[in-house]
């Protein structure tokens, strides 16, 4: 069977600004920081920690009360982006007269329903009650989220949910475009979302040493990934999506094509947990290069993983110099994560939708806050402050999680 062209016909997200998509964009540029202090009303120990949220978001008001009752708030935060980029890509959400039992969901979440279950141990423990809610397995479950857009889209192929910790999303996109690419689905909707504010959560991560400190003054700029003076990662909640459809499909029904997704390519660094591993992410960056079939010097700009641990951003660096060689020094790379945090499961599809955007746009997002560089993530072309980039042909965005799991996309500009 010959490959597909895949089309990137809907975008769609919960944004952190509370703004649409345009807008997250315009902020991305600005390098305008998302991250804010959080206090919560735990006694007696409340969480102090810079986070990213999305306050604006109103479930009930997005989706109605009756479906937001019945998720927990990944699943509305997943279902909204959802609706969004269905919207976006001009697609009913009732099925018109096409068929759509080949047309699928592929979602990625690293925590699921988290809250659900902390909820439940909140009213078990705290309250003294002697039963939790009847739905809070349905609440809790992972592949709640593909579920629910399934049912509410009408979309009678695969529906799946990937846990693959900050490589979620993009292992859910990876995958989505695979069917799409070789014919088993005509459209897929992707993506992913994440709550890690779960008291247990956030405790958990501040257990490991990896988490950036901040109070209401300083948490804007607590996330400065491959600065000498950074200090760690900033959780955030949020819910990314993307329809990836058969091109020729897109084409006859007159679509917006925000762009062209072309490779995907997967490695394990097998060799801790927690460490990350140069060798297995030059891998994954070589198999996408090899899938799409492009050349390292067709890569105009990487979105990089770049979460701002003291560990893991030299070691992504390391591997783009060894992939990239000579023209590494001129490779434009930026971590957006500096602006809208670590989303966790919903990290790689933000940032795929970021990364689309910058070759529509033709223009780069910056790593905010970046004012000294750490000598040791030197030696790429780190962008300071948005770049317009008029000859942007292709780019990468790289998700490198715990467990050495590594998942890389690569996405192609269309032309006007």
Not at 144 to 170: D, E, K, R, W
């Amino acid at each position: 069977m010959s490959q597909r062209r895949v089309a990137i016909t809907g975008l769609g997200l919960v944004s952190p600004y509370g703004g649409d998509l345009a807008d997250f964009f315009s902020r991305l540029l600005a390098g305008e920081s998302a991250v804010r202090h959080l206090l919560t009303d735990d006694v007696p120990r409340p969480l102090s920690i810079p986070f990213v949220s999305c306050p604006a978001f109103d479930a009930d008001a997005a989706l109605g009360r009756p479906l937001a009752s019945m998720m927990d708030r990944f699943a509305q935060l997943g279902m909204a982006a959802a609706f969004s980029a269905w919207d976006d890509a001009g697609l009913p959400r009732a099925a018109d007269g096409e068929s759509r039992d080949d047309w699928g969901v592929a979602w990625g979440t690293a925590l699921g329903g988290t809250l659900a279950y902390e909820k439940g141990y909140r009213e078990l423990w705290q309250k003294g009650r002697e039963r939790v809610s009847p739905l809070s397995v349905i609440l809790g479950m992972n592949n709640a989220a593909n579920a629910h857009i399934s049912i509410q889209l009408g979309l009678g192929g695969v529906s799946m949910s990937h846990t693959v910790a900050c490589a979620s999303s993009s292992v859910a996109i990876g995958e989505a475009f695979r069917r799409v690419r070789s014919g088993e689905a005509k459209v897929m909707m992707t993506g992913g979302s994440d709550v890690p504010q779960a008291y247990g959560v956030a405790r958990a991560w501040e257990a490991l040493r990896v988490m950036a400190s901040g109070d209401a003054e300083s948490s804007p700029r607590a996330c400065r990934p491959f600065s000498a003076d950074r200090t760690g990662l900033v959780l955030g909640e949020g819910g990314a999506a993307l329809v990836l459809e058969d091109w020729e499909h897109a084409v006859a029904r007159g679509a917006r094509i925000h762009g062209e997704m072309v490779g995907y390519g997967t490695s394990c660094d097998h060799s801790h947990l927690v460490r990350p591993e140069a060798a297995g992410q030059v891998r994954a960056i070589e198999a996408t290069l090899a899938d799409a079939g492009l050349r390292a010097e067709q890569i105009d700009y990487v979105n990089a993983h770049g979460t701002a641990t003291a560990e893991g951003d030299p070691v992504e660096i390391a591997a783009l110099k060894a992939v990239f060689g000579e023209r590494a020094a001129q490779l434009p790379v930026s971590a957006t994560k500096s602006m809208h945090g670590h989303l966790l499961g919903a990290a790689g599809a933000i940032e795929a939708i970021a990364t689309v955007l910058a070759l529509r746009e033709q223009r780069i997002p910056p790593t905010a806050h970046l004012a000294s560089l750490d000598p040791a993530c030197a030696g790429v072309d780190h962008v300071l402050s948005a770049r317009h980039a008029p000859q942007l042909r292709a780019a990468l965005s790289n998700s490198f999680a715990f467990g050495g799991s590594n998942a890389v996309l690569a996405f192609r500009a269309v032309a006007p």
